[in-house]
Every structure is written in C-alpha cells, then in structure tokens.
C-alpha cells in the first residue's frame, strides 16, 4: 500500500458564511482556463488595434482612438474578472435578487430620453456624469444568468409545474427581453432568450414545455424578421448577396473576398485591405474577417480552437461543480459564449444571416469585453469550488503541488490517499 | 445541370453546414443535462459534517466525510475499500480508502453521489446504504453490474455485516463498525 501522510482535508473557514453546510474545500481555480481567456483578450486586442486604426484616423483624426478605448476597458475587465474570481460564488445566490433589481432598472433607464443615449438606431447605451458610456443590456445578461441559476436550483421538481415553475421563468425572461426589444436591440434579446432557454432546459425543464417555448419564440423571431424591412434585407444577403452585390449583398460578400483574400497563411499582420471601409465594422462583428485576412485559415483556426477550449473547461466546471448553482452558472457563462461565438462565426462564414452579435472577447467593445470577463471570474470561481476528491480524471491530471498566486488560498492538498496521482 | 443550380447547392451545404453546429450543440446542451440532473437526486449535498452520529433512522439529514486511514481518530461507521481488481487487470485505485457513514448514502460514479467510486464498472447511481433498527443496509438501485454480499448477488434489501465483504461492481468493501463509540480503532 502506496498510503501518503496525508491528513485530513482541511475545511475553509469561508469568510462570508461559516454555516456548516456550506464548507467546502477551496482551492486554485483553472489555470488552463485562465490562460485561455488571457490569450484570447491578447489575440482580440492586436486584432481591434489592426482593424480600427483606419476607421480611427478617418472618423476621429487618432489611429489610435479605438485601441485606446478598449485598452482601458480590458484593465476595467481584469479588475473585474480578478474580484469576481475571488469571491465566493455560492455568495451570488443570496445577491442574485440584487443584482437582477439593479439590473433591471439600469434597462428601465436606458429608455429615459436624456439618461439613455442612442447609437447606431438602437438606445443602449447609458451615460452617468464623466463616466464613458456603458450599456446595461451585456450585464443584464450576466444578471439574469445569476438570477436564474439561483431560482432555478432552489426550484428544484416545482419546475415542472405550468404555474410555479413555467409561467414565473417566462415572465421574468419576458420583462429583461422586452426592456431590451424597446432598445431596441434584437440580437442581445436573442442572445438573453437562448441563454436563458439554455439554463431551463438543463435544468430540468419538461421537454414539451421547452419544445413549446422554443416554437413560439420561433414564431415571434419570424414575424419580427417579415416586419422589419432590413431584417427581411439580412435574410436576402444570406440566400442570394450575389444578385445585388453593391446594396444587400456588399457586407456578406466583401466578408468573403477578405476571407478569400487571405487564404490559408493570411497576407501578414496588418495587412488587410478590407479593413479600409470594405467590411462594415471590421472591429467589431466583422473582426474575425480581418482576422482571416491578415492571419489567414491558422488565425482563424487558432480563435476557434481557443475558444473551444474555453468551453471545454467550462464543461468540466460544470460537471466538477459541487452544487447545482455552480453548475448552473457555469452553463449559463458557458451558453453566452458558445451562442454568441455561434451566431458572430456563423455570420461571418456566411453559414447564418448576419445579425450585428460580437465576438466574445475578440471584438471592439468595453461593456461587453468587461461583461464577458466578469463573468469568466464567476465560473473561475465555480472553479476553485470543484471536488477534488479523484472524480472522473480531472482531478488526477491535476498536478500536486499547485503555486499559489498572491490573493488566492493556496489550495490544500488532496488528502485522499493512494488514489491521486497514482496509476493515471 | 448541376452547374446551372451551383449558387442554391451551395445555399444547401451552407445551411446544412449551420444545421450540423446547431445539431452539435443540442447534443452538447442534452449531455449537459444530464450532467447537472445529477445533482437534484436525494442525498447529492454531499458536504462533510462533524461529530458523532449514531446510524439511526431518524437523521436523514446526515452526510458523509471522507477520511484517510491514517487519520488520528475514526469515529462512527465507516465503509472501507479493499485491496480489489481495477480496470485493466491493476490494482483498483480506491482500494484503502474510508467513507463514514453518517445516514442514509448513495453510492456511485455520479458526482452527486454522497459516495462517489470513480470506476468505470460502477453505475452511476449504484446503491443506497442506509441506517435501520441499528443496523447498516444495502439497496441496489439497479446497477449494470450488480452489488455483491460474499458471492450473492444483492436484490432488494439485505444486511451490512463487518463479517462479510460488499462489492458495488468491482469495488469490495467492508463495513467496519465503530464498538467502542469512542474513537479508537
């Protein structure tokens, strides 16, 4: 027998909440993950700055006018995706109530005339005082992904129920979406409904119940698309840009002459000649176009497998998670990714209709760069909560004697005996 | 012919193409169901508490802790891992390792489980072990292969004894039964 000097796990103290049912181990959350969502912000950056300095020197005399925009905004990012790391998650489950409220009515704020202000056709933006504008609607998503994940776990069975569970999630879906259509700013609304759709349906949802909504929200999005006249424009570009390539079809099919352009090694960092006001918003959902140009397939290869990866240790977040709102959450973080990256690759490969959604931590954009990386720090932390006690392996792989870093408790040891680190 | 309608096969591909990612990822959301159902089942807050618990009916709030043998002091019932057969003809990984038994726990790979046995053989809800007028019980809850008392196959619910070995697929296991409520081994 192998047996190690092991000794017995030793329970934190949490320091917000010794309730005796609520101590669990804590150690160093997922470097891999970490790492990947560092890289990420990295790549995203030099890809904003390559993409924006035309548009920049043109619109506002300063090639350096984007960058240094979401410069700032990915240090409010690291602040936030640090704080939001260190505290305990399981904390949010009693806050979510706060959090949704204040969610809520930043919404409601937006569209007051004066307090909200309008760009691009769609009032989402809010503006207090000094402070550089921000829009609510990328945290609400993390708010409601909260709040539902706490809802959702303390429901438990009830969520079959057509009055108690049903009814309440639509409405409260309903509101968020709603204060978001008024913006209006469909793809973010889209983006809240598959999110939190996710979130119902793995939780444990009846499937008719699902199927039910998932068919009427269809069937909203359909009429939405026959009344507006360039959401039926959008959908003409997907089938046929080819037949009006100056007018309908110009954004779908210069997407595709930078992608062609590029080839399979790129034409150099810097390069692009799309960027030169061929894409429209080459820095924000277009970037990966650029991104094909200037690095070619490996570019783009390498974001999508980064951003693969970052899924895949949110999946294994979700599956060491110890209680059901970590998991929760963690399938929320990990459904906002997945179906933004979706719909924004999808369109820009013209495998979907193009729908204006950013790529998450890639694009130009402070709220939702700072949004996003608050939330990685949520399931970070939902990290630091996993068992480690030689489940699936996870916790094998893990190497014994972790560094700590200055801020985080130094994990304690697996204590389990022979099993870690063993035979695999 | 075919070149005549290239423009709407390749319209075809690309939304087979987005059908196939969409599919992807209903498969995906469906795995991940499963996943965190496991965590709604009875029994799956499996968070360590503390002092002496007596096996007894009526603590069905009891949980379970998992102590190394070399601990200092055991207190209360355990279940302890034998030396058995592990994937692939090894010596199996969990072998010497020691759950308390605090109230009633289910048994399996699950991570819900109170107990979880990471073996590919264990179902992963595997089997209940509960208190009872005194005793220690064991329930199969319908495992592919099986819980053993000695060599006979569990069905229904039979009786925990120090005296014989328990096996939840290939894992063997005995419960040690704390006498002396003090502690010592």
Request: glycine content about 12%; aromatic content about 8%.
């Amino acid at each position: 027998m192998m047996r190690s000097a092991a000794s017995q796990p030793r329970v934190s103290q949490t320091r917000s909440n010794p309730a005796p049912s609520q101590r669990v181990v804590s150690h160093a959350p997922d470097y891999l993950l970490l790492t990947t969502v560092i890289m990420l912000c990295v790549i995203g950056l030099i890809a904003v700055y390559s993409a924006s300095y035309a548009l920049g020197a043109a619109e506002f005399k300063d090639a350096n006018y984007f960058i240094k925009k979401q410069a700032f905004a990915l240090v409010l990012g690291v602040i936030a995706m640090t704080i939001t790391t260190m505290i305990d998650y399981r904390i949010l489950m009693r806050l979510s109530p706060l959090i949704m409220f204040v969610a809520l009515v930043a919404l409601a704020l937006v569209l007051v005339p004066g307090i909200g202000r309008e760009q691009n056709g769609a009032r989402s933006w809010i503006a207090i005082g000094p402070l550089p504008p921000l829009q609510p609607s990328e945290f609400a998503k993390l708010a409601v992904l909260i709040y539902l994940s706490a809802w959702l776990a303390a429901k438990g069975d009830l969520l079959h129920d057509l009055a108690l569970g049903v009814l309440p999630f639509v409405s409260m879906v309903g509101i968020v979406g709603a204060l978001i259509l008024l913006e209006p700013d469909v793809g973010t609304a889209l983006i809240v409904a598959a999110i939190t759709g996710t979130l119902f349906f793995i939780a444990g949802a009846k499937l008719m119940h699902v199927v039910a909504l998932a068919g009427s929200g269809l069937l909203m999005l359909t009429l939405l698309i026959l009344s507006g006249g360039y959401r039926m424009d959008r959908i003409t570009a997907f089938t046929s840009a080819e037949s009006d390539p100056t007018g309908v079809g110009f954004h779908a099919l210069q997407l595709m002459v930078a992608f062609g352009s590029g080839g399979f090694g790129g034409l150099g960092l810097g390069v692009s000649r799309q960027k030169f006001f061929y894409v429209p918003g080459a820095h924000t959902d277009g970037i990966l176009a650029i991104i094909g140009e200037e690095l070619g397939y490996i570019g783009v290869f390498l974001v999508v497998s980064l951003l693969l990866l970052l899924l895949y240790r949110g999946w294994v977040a979700v599956r060491d998670a110890t209680d059901q709102f970590g998991s929760l959450l963690a399938v929320g973080i990990l459904a906002w990714i997945a179906f933004q990256s979706l719909v924004n690759i999808g369109g820009v490969a013209r495998l979907m209709p193009l729908t204006g959604i950013p790529l998450p931590l890639i694009s130009y954009g402070g709220t939702s760069l700072i949004a996003t990386m608050g939330a990685i720090g949520v399931l970070l932390s939902v990290t630091r909560y996993t068992r480690t006690d030689g489940v699936g392996a996870e916790a094998a792989a893990r190497p014994q004697q972790r560094r700590s870093i200055p801020g985080f408790r130094r994990a304690p040891r697996p204590s389990i005996g022979p099993s870690i680190g063993g035979t695999r | 012919m075919l070149q005549d309608n290239w423009p709407l096969v390749l319209l075809g591909l690309r939304i087979g193409v987005a059908a196939a990612l969409y599919l992807f990822l209903l498969i995906a959301i469906r795995a991940l169901r499963a996943e965190v159902r496991a965590r709604t089942m009875p029994y799956a807050v499996a968070l360590p508490t503390y002092g002496v618990a007596t096996p007894s009916a009526s603590a069905p709030t009891a949980l379970v802790e998992v102590v190394p043998l070399d601990a200092p002091a055991r207190v209360g019932d355990h279940l302890e891992v034998l030396e058995y057969t592990g994937e692939g003809g090894e010596p199996g990984r969990l072998a010497g390792r020691s759950y308390a038994l605090r109230g009633p726990a289910l048994i399996g790979r699950n991570v819900g489980s109170t107990i979880v046995l990471p073996e590919r053989q264990v179902s992963s809800r595997h089997a209940r072990v509960f208190p009872d007028r005194g005793a220690w019980w064991v329930e199969d809850l319908g495992s592919t292969n099986g819980t053993y008392i000695g060599s006979r196959r569990v069905s229904g619910r039979e009786r925990l004894d120090p005296s014989t070995e328990v096996r939840f697929g290939p894992v063997v296991a005995r419960l040690v039964r704390d006498t002396a409520k003090n502690g010592a081994r």
